[in-house]
């Protein structure tokens, strides 16, 4: 087990405004996150937050669920931007469930989490006028997940937890990031899930964000793999063989991420 040190702190504000396209605000109930993702781009964080290695530490904003009582934001909120709202402390500390539920119902919200933990506040989530969740899917394979997402729930559970959001009556969604070529198949998580899922949004893997540990770990193992995303004409192939994936599958795209040319969303 591993012990995660847990700092509670006070923000001044809570919502943050964004350039994040089709989103206005980020909220963050936490900064750091339990999950430990090996590519996580939040690890930039590190570099002002002195609490130690990407994955063992969490900020708890403590006083979040009083800083949205009372907000009325007209914009679309997008919850998290640099940690999960539903990493593990989530379960005992119940702050973002607090936050929802002291948020105006009419705010337009976005939901995006790895964590199976989401389908809990599904009784909350029907009080909002205007909301979406979002599980992230990659499928990887198993050995390779617990590498590269050592602390976050198994493909299954999400899967499961994005068929109940939907049984449920609440508008879902599949996020399937990173898309690593050759370890994760978006053509097999479409198939999945098509029958359940609103709309799929789709980010290739970031690079440069991910890291050099990773870079050196996606070397290593998959050199192949490694040679496809350091060069930009077989990536543009790879974007190109997903958009005809997607295509033949006759499902919602609300976009695909690029990032070796910059941040660029297609569709």
Known sequence: MVKVRVIFTKAKSIFTKTKIPSCSFVLNPYVGCEHACLYCYAKFLCKWKNHGRWGSWVEVKENAPELVKGKHVRSKVCMSS??????????????????????????????????????????????????????TVNGLDERIRKVLE??????????????????????????????????????????????????????????????????????????????KMMNRDELRKQVNHVKTVLAKSHVNIAGIVTHHEGFKIIL
């Open 82 to 135: 640099v940690s999960d709202a539903y990493q593990p402390v989530e379960k005992k500390l119940m702050l973002t469930r607090r936050v929802l539920e002291n948020m105006d119902k009419r705010t337009d919200l976005s939901i995006l989490t790895k964590s199976d933990l989401v389908t809990r506040d599904i009784d909350i989530f029907e009080r909002f006028e205007c909301i979406e969740v979002g599980l």
């Open 150 to 227: 050592p602390r976050a729930p198994k493909h299954e559970k999400r899967i499961d937890a994005l068929e109940m959001l939907h049984e449920s009556g609440i508008r879902n969604y599949a996020f399937i990031s990173p898309l690593i070529p050759e370890l994760v198949d978006p053509e097999a998580i479409v198939k999945e899930t098509k029958s359940f899922v609103h709309h799929y949004f789709v980010e290739f893997l970031n690079l440069r964000a991910a890291g050099r540990k990773f870079v050196e770990w996606l070397k290593n193992n998959f050199p192949e793999c490694y040679e």
